[in-house]
């Protein structure tokens, strides 16, 4: 099982990116689908994850600049992020969980934030 991650890059402040990451190989049935990120120096955080049921759950500090999404049939979540700031820079990384505990990490894509 392989998740592939794209997306990422440079962007400006205010710019947007979308980020996709597709689960590729025998999967047990996903259900939770989320995205972590990372910067320099600091630990791995929650940025947001989807249920299978279509809950969400944000990062208080991308509240109402990021929207995650998912589309079963493909194994693939989605991240579209707006007004992008300098301290959303960081090493993004998608990861799944299946409803047999069974989880997956996903190689990171950089996303850079330039002011």
């Known amino acids: 099982v392989q998740l592939q991650a794209s997306g990422g890059g440079l962007v400006q402040a205010g710019g947007s990116l979308r980020l996709s990451c597709a689960a590729s190989?025998?999967?047990?049935?996903?259900?939770?689908m989320a995205w972590y990120r990372q910067a320099p120096g600091k630990q791995r955080e929650l940025v947001a994850d989807?249920?299978?049921?279509?809950?969400?759950n944000y990062a208080d500090s991308v509240k109402g600049r990021f929207t995650i999404s998912r589309d079963d049939a493909k194994n693939t979540v989605y991240l579209q992020m707006n007004s992008l700031k300098p301290e959303d820079t960081a090493v993004y990384y998608c990861y799944t969980r299946s409803f047999n505990n069974f989880a997956v990490w996903g190689k990171g894509t950089l996303v850079t934030v330039s002011s």
């Open positions: 989807i249920n299978r049921g279509g809950s969400t």
């Open positions: 190989g025998t999967i047990p049935t996903i259900n939770v």
